[in-house]
Nanobody, 120 residues
Framework: VQLVESGGGLVQPGGSLRLSCAAS????????IGWFRQAPGKEREGVSC????????NYADSVKGRFTISRDNAKNTVYLQMNSLKPEETAVYYC??????????????WGQGTQVTVSS
């Protein structure tokens, strides 16, 4: 099970990006999906998660109020809208299935991720 991330890029501080997470060969609608990020020299950290139905979401404290996770099960895609981006949020962003819901462990293989660079 591997997902494909896209939508990263270079953005100025305070700017916005919308990341997408798509699946190939299987349907996402049955699974909770989490977004993680890994900055250079740092451990991978959880950013947000959305339940299979989309009815429940959670966020890391550092992104609450600025990031919004959503899903379109018809398009088999999960999104992460990121606003008011900060330079310290420069990282590779990954999405992955959360086994057993958002409280579960990441399940499957990590993809290539999408690079987000916040810089002036």
């Amino acid at each position: 099970v591997q997902l494909v991330e896209s939508g990263g890029g270079l953005v100025q501080p305070g700017g916005s990006l919308r990341l997408s997470c798509a699946a190939s060969g299987f349907t996402l609608r049955a699974y909770a999906i989490g977004w993680f990020r890994q900055a250079p020299g740092k451990e991978r950290e959880g950013v947000s998660c959305i339940s299979s139905s989309g009815g429940s979401t959670n966020y890391a404290d550092s992104v609450k109020g600025r990031f919004t996770i959503s899903r379109d099960n018809a398009k088999n895609t999960v999104y992460l809208q990121m606003n008011s981006l900060k330079p310290e949020e420069t990282a590779v962003y990954y999405c992955i299935v959360r086994g057993g819901g958002c409280s579960g462990q990441p399940f499957g293989s990590w993809g290539q991720g999408t690079q987000v660079t916040v810089s002036s």
